[in-house]
């Protein structure tokens, strides 16, 4: 009999916490960054929204963003190629983690 065998690869990735969705005691979503060659911290994604469990995990490794956050000022979209901004919470760059990863491309491949 022949057969084929399916391997699932969960890709993971880390990243730096640079601001939230929700409270800092309910937070619902994490907008990830990574620092640069020249020590900028980058946006680079953000989270799906996180189960209940995950949320207060993480809301007691969150610290409130201090003066001089690196994203101060920054707005971000609410979803891809919309001008609806996201009401954020700057929280201090300091909680790395560990996510799932996958791509997402718009129909000219970036």
Do not use: C
């Amino acid at each position: 009999m022949k057969g084929w065998q399916k391997d699932k690869v969960r890709e993971t990735s880390e990243a730096i916490v640079g601001t939230i969705t929700g409270s800092m005691v309910d937070p619902r979503t994490l907008l990830l960054g990574r620092y640069d060659s020249g020590g900028r911290l980058q946006y680079v994604g953000r989270t799906t929204t996180l189960a209940q469990a995950a949320g207060a995990a993480v809301a007691g490794l969150l610290a409130p963003g201090r003066h001089g956050h690196p994203w101060a000022g920054w707005s971000f979209s609410a979803a891809w190629g919309s001008q609806e901004k996201l009401n954020v919470t700057l929280v201090e760059p300091e909680l790395v983690v560990e996510v799932g990863v996958d791509v997402a491309r718009d129909a000219s491949g970036r």
